[in-house]
Structure formats: structure tokens, C-alpha cells
């Protein structure tokens, strides 16, 4: 087995070069670490100077396709895409990689520790409202367990899943609801969601990122996860928890200017569950 991992950064300051150092650290001599610096305006990444590092430049890609892109652009069995403001335990890799690997695995998370309380942990998400912001388990099992979302900031997937999902929606812009979209879409595709304890790193959560977020597109990424995947009498719910955000009537227009439909049919031919099954299966009762 070969492991790459995928660092996105933009504009992460000091936080880039201490993640790329945390991970020479902890991971085996031979992985491969692919960094995509996607329209940095801090110079953070001009000084990342390492043999088992290589850096890619984009602009302004966001979250989902800078990831896509680095992963094309490595080579390992397993991919682990992480952002560039974590710090991690000694082998946490190795439990991600090897459940990776296992039949059905889809994507698979650690524990993950804020930097700033460092005894407090979430276990992956899950959607309790129909305004579709992740909600962290804070306590679940000691073992590894199925979850209805794993977090993006430290996901592993094998490349054989990522070729056969398409990896992250490249309609999802900037950031926000991108793991949400890709957990549900995982589930409904047949692969399973993975939180495994044992594994832990740190990640620091922040008010705001450190580059401009339009509010209209977490608005849009939310619905378009909706429009994708839901029934309509769940998609109309989503709309109406939405429909008070001042961004929603904006974010609405750019759903209707993108590819959702023909997403949509595209995923319907391939998907083997619904999102009843989903629903039932997590107990989710909105």
C-alpha cells in the first residue's frame, strides 16, 4: 500500500508549514504528500521545501475541486486529504489506511481534537435539521463505528473510491456543505462512512477562514446538496428552513444557472439507495 495526502491551503500562514511538518513527522518514509495552494495571497506555501513534497498551484479553485485536483495529481492506494491547520498523533494514519482498504469503505475519519481544547472531540456528522448544518457526535463507541458524514478535514478514501464517485463534487463552490454533499452521496452510492477513534488529530477551528467566503455560496452548496440527492417534499423543507437566510433568494439563482439537473439524473442511474433509506438508517426524522 501506498498513501498520499492532499494538503488544500490557501492563505494559511505559519498553519501550512507546521501541518507539512506534523506530517513528516508521523507519516511512513515512503508517502507522498501533494500540496495545492489555491490562490494563497500570504506566500505561505513558496518556502514548503521537501523531498517527499510536492506543490501545486491553483486559483481560487475551492475546496472540492483543489481536492480533486490534488488527487489526480498523486499516486497512492489510499488518499488521505487533510487541511493545512492540523496537528496529528503518532501512526494516526495507519488505522484510516487499513480500514480504507476494506470492502464497502467509502470515506473514513478520525476523532477529531480542537487544537484549542485539546481533550474535546467530535466523531463525525450527522444532519439533525433541515437546514443542513453538520452536527458533531460528540461521544459515540471506542471501536469504529458508521456514520451518516466524516469530516473533510482529515478524510481517507481509496483511490478505487475515488474513481468510482468522481471524488468531490466540482459544483460545490468555495467552501461549506462539502463533506455533507459527499457523505450523503457516499451512502447513497453504496459505500460506507467510517469514523474510526482510535486514529486522532487536532484540528484548529476558526470564526471565519482566511480568505473571502460569499455567503450565497454556502447557501447554494447546501441546496444543491438537496436538489441532488433528496426526494421533493425534502428538498421543498430544505427550502423553507433556507428560505429566511438573506443569502438564500441568491443562492437559489445560482443553483438554477448550474449543472444540477443533469447531476442529478446522472446520479440517480447509479445510486442504489435513496434518501428515505438514508433517513431511516441514521434515525433522522425531518
Not at 513527522?25 to 504528500?33: G, N, S
Not at 461549506?176 to 460506507?192: S, Y
Not at 487536532?202 to 446538496?225: D, S, T
Request: net charge negative; hydrophobic share 45%; proline share 7%.
Amino acid at each position: 500500500m501506498k498513501l498520499s495526502v492532499v494538503v488544500i491551503s490557501r492563505n494559511e500562514g505559519p498553519w501550512l508549514r507546521r501541518t507539512i511538518d506534523g506530517l513528516i513527522a508521523t507519516l511512513p518514509p515512503d508517502c507522498e504528500i501533494v500540496v495545492v495552494d489555491d490562490g494563497s495571497e500570504d506566500a505561505s506555501a513558496d518556502s514548503l521545501n521537501c523531498d517527499r513534497l510536492r506543490l501545486i498551484r491553483s486559483l481560487g479553485l475551492g475546496v472540492a475541486r483543489a481536492r480533486n485536483l490534488g488527487a489526480l495529481e498523486s499516486t497512492g492506494d489510499v488518499i488521505v486529504f487533510a487541511d493545512a491547520h492540523l496537528c496529528f498523533q503518532p501512526c494516526w494514519w495507519q488505522a484510516l489506511a487499513e480500514r480504507a482498504l476494506r470492502p464497502g469503505a467509502g470515506g473514513v475519519a478520525p476523532a477529531v481534537g480542537d487544537i484549542d481544547h485539546p481533550d474535546r472531540f467530535g466523531y463525525g456528522f450527522t444532519l439533525d435539521a433541515p437546514d443542513l448544518v453538520p452536527q458533531w457526535f460528540q461521544r459515540y463507541e471506542d471501536v469504529p463505528f458508521q456514520a451518516p458524514i466524516v469530516p473533510g478535514c482529515c478524510l481517507a478514501m481509496s483511490r478505487a473510491v475515488f474513481s468510482r464517485t468522481g471524488g468531490f463534487d466540482p459544483g460545490l463552490k468555495s467552501r461549506g456543505g462539502i463533506d455533507a454533499e459527499t457523505g450523503v452521496r457516499f451512502w447513497l452510492q453504496g459505500f460506507e462512512n467510517w469514523v474510526v477513534p482510535e486514529s486522532k488529530v487536532w484540528h484548529l477551528f476558526r470564526a471565519a477562514a482566511p480568505f473571502p467566503v460569499r455567503r450565497p455560496e454556502v447557501i447554494h452548496n447546501r441546496l444543491r446538496l438537496a436538489y441532488l440527492h433528496f426526494s421533493p417534499q425534502r428538498i421543498e423543507t430544505v427550502r423553507q428552513a433556507l428560505a429566511e437566510d438573506p443569502a438564500f433568494e441568491q443562492a437559489e439563482r445560482l443553483a438554477a444557472g448550474s449543472d444540477w439537473p443533469m447531476r442529478q439524473k446522472q446520479l440517480l442511474a447509479t445510486r442504489v439507495h435513496d434518501d428515505r433509506w438514508f433517513f431511516q438508517k441514521f434515525g433522522i426524522s425531518w
